[in-house]
Nanobody, 119 residues
Framework: QVEVVESGGGWVQPGGSLRLSCAAS????????MGWYRQAPGKERELVAT???????KYTDSAKGRFTISRDNAKNQVNLQMNSLKPEDTAVYYC?????????????WGQGTQVTVSS
């Protein structure tokens, strides 16, 4: 079983910054792509940013230029640095991790961490 745990959410004023972290632990042979998703009240969960095991990144348009995703493979950890935050970034942010066990791909989700941007 693989566990994914997020940390770093909270409240921040518009224009501020937050850093989210996520660590994966458990039994797996290889950790694959990791990413951050978010879900605002009344909306569907959406992709924010992903990073492959080799370090290739993808961002949703609204995150480009403001958010930076990075990972530490030695720690099975992925981070999301969020700058210039806007009220519309308010959501529960979820970490996703893909992993391999015996050549099959699985994925695990964290419980989510609340990010609130308001004055």
């Amino acid at each position: 079983q693989v566990e994914v745990v997020e940390s770093g959410g909270g409240w921040v004023q518009p224009g501020g910054s937050l850093r989210l972290s996520c660590a994966a632990s458990g039994s797996f042979s290889t950790l694959g792509g990791m990413g951050w998703y978010r879900q605002a009240p009344g909306k569907e969960r959406e992709l924010v940013a992903t990073i492959s095991s080799a370090g290739s990144t993808k961002y949703t348009d609204s995150a480009k230029g403001r958010f930076t995703i990075s990972r530490d493979n030695a720690k099975n950890q992925v981070n999301l640095q969020m700058n210039s935050l806007k009220p519309e970034d308010t959501a529960v942010y979820y970490c996703n991790a893909q992993y391999l066990i015996r050549f099959r791909v699985y994925e695990a989700w964290g419980q989510g961490t609340q990010v609130t941007v308001s004055s």
